[in-house]
């Protein structure tokens, strides 16, 4: 990302952060929250200053993928009476989740417009400090929080995450149509394909294709947008998600290279 899209904003919290990045998937279930978490994890171990708020009002996955599930955020007074929110510091991430708002196993029925402000207060509402990535976890489909966020804040990109199978790729299109449609005209950073194959980890150049082959590049080079990576079904990576510990954390030798490369590709 070399600049930003300049949007209308009311906020000066944000005046700090240089690139917003947006993680957007047509369906649920296909690793957005992974790709996520891990795309922040691999960025911090780099050096940058991350921020990752999980705006997912129908299934908040960042307090589980960070071990943070009872965590609450505190609040500070600024100097002219307003109270923000302080993001939950982890692995050297700042980290807000609506998850955090919400009792855990409790289902949150958000109304539209109460939940478009509740996002809206994860970006003004919020010390976010200096920042040189923002990444967000939107929630899957295309709703009333795509079209607030990308019509509130200076979004620099999004980054489409799919899996090869067939429902997937048809809801990624219109993820992708959502991006380019006027009003919103967020440029597109590329496909991420995850759960491209399965491979024994011990055995990595063994790849079965077992959802098809080659969906995802096809995506991307319908909409002409750079197709970023295919990302293998791990174990590892699942298990990773449930301890609280995103996989990248750790020394993976297979996973560093992949999603490195990803990371490059759209900083
Ligand atoms: P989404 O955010 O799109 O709903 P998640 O990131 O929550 O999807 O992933 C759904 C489940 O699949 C999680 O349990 C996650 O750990 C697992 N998962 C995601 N990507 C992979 C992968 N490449 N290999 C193995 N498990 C994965």
Same mark, same amino acid.
Request: proline share 8%; net charge negative.
């Given at each position: 990302? &070399?600049?930003?899209?300049?949007?209308?904003? #009311?906020?000066?919290?944000?005046?700090?952060?240089?690139?917003?990045?947006? +993680?957007?998937?047509?369906? @649920?279930?296909?690793?957005?929250? &992974?790709?996520?978490?891990?795309?922040?994890?691999?960025?911090?171990?780099?050096?940058?200053?991350?921020?990752?708020?999980?705006?997912?009002?129908?299934?908040?996955?960042?307090?589980?993928?960070?071990?943070?599930?009872?965590?609450?955020?505190?609040?500070?007074?600024?100097?002219?009476?307003?109270?923000? !929110?302080?993001?939950?510091?982890?692995?050297?991430?700042?980290?807000?989740?609506?998850?955090?708002?919400?009792?855990?196993?409790?289902?949150?029925?958000?109304?539209?417009?109460?939940?478009?402000?509740?996002?809206?207060?994860?970006? #003004?509402?919020?010390?976010?400090?200096?920042?040189?990535?923002?990444?967000?976890?939107?929630?899957?489909?295309?709703?009333?929080?795509? !079209?607030?966020?990308?019509?509130?804040?200076?979004?620099?990109?999004?980054?489409?995450?799919?899996?090869? =199978? =067939? +429902?997937?790729?048809?809801?990624?299109?219109?993820?992708?149509?959502?991006?380019?449609?006027?009003?919103? #005209?967020?440029?597109?950073?590329? +496909?991420?394909?995850?759960?491209?194959?399965?491979?024994?980890?011990?055995?990595?150049? #063994?790849?079965?294709?077992?959802?098809?082959?080659? @969906?995802?590049?096809?995506?991307?080079?319908?909409?002409? +947008?750079?197709?970023?990576?295919?990302?293998?079904?791990?174990?590892?990576?699942?298990?990773? @998600?449930?301890?609280?510990?995103?996989?990248?954390?750790?020394?993976?030798?297979?996973?560093?290279?992949?999603?490195?490369?990803?990371?490059?590709?759209?900083?």
């Amino acid at each position: 990302v &070399t600049s930003r899209v300049t949007q209308p904003t #009311n906020s000066t919290s944000l005046d700090n952060i240089k690139n917003i990045i947006l +993680v957007s998937s047509g369906k @649920g279930g296909v690793g957005k929250s &992974t790709v996520s978490s891990n795309l922040a994890v691999v960025l911090a171990k780099d050096g940058a200053k991350v921020g990752l708020i999980d705006a997912d009002i129908y299934g908040p996955s960042v307090p589980t993928m960070f071990d943070l599930v009872d965590a609450k955020p505190g609040a500070e007074e600024t100097a002219d009476g307003k109270t923000k !929110i302080l993001p939950i510091e982890k692995y050297g991430i700042k980290l807000l989740s609506l998850g955090f708002f919400a009792d855990p196993g409790q289902p949150v029925p958000w109304r539209g417009p109460m939940a478009s402000n509740a996002v809206k207060q994860l970006f #003004n509402d919020t010390n976010w400090g200096e920042l040189d990535y923002l990444i967000v976890d939107l929630p899957p489909g295309t709703g009333d929080i795509h !079209i607030t966020i990308t019509q509130s804040f200076p979004i620099s990109g999004a980054v489409v995450v799919t899996t090869p =199978q =067939q +429902v997937a790729l048809a809801d990624t299109h219109k993820g992708l149509a959502m991006f380019r449609m006027p009003g919103i #005209n967020i440029p597109i950073l590329g +496909v991420i394909e995850n759960m491209s194959y399965f491979t024994p980890e011990e055995l990595p150049e #063994n790849k079965y294709y077992i959802f098809g082959k080659g @969906g995802g590049t096809k995506l991307a080079e319908r909409f002409d +947008v750079p197709f970023l990576g295919e990302i293998p079904i791990v174990q590892g990576i699942a298990e990773a @998600g449930d301890n609280g510990k995103p996989v990248a954390l750790n020394q993976n030798p297979l996973l560093d290279g992949i999603f490195g490369d990803i990371a490059s590709k759209i900083a």
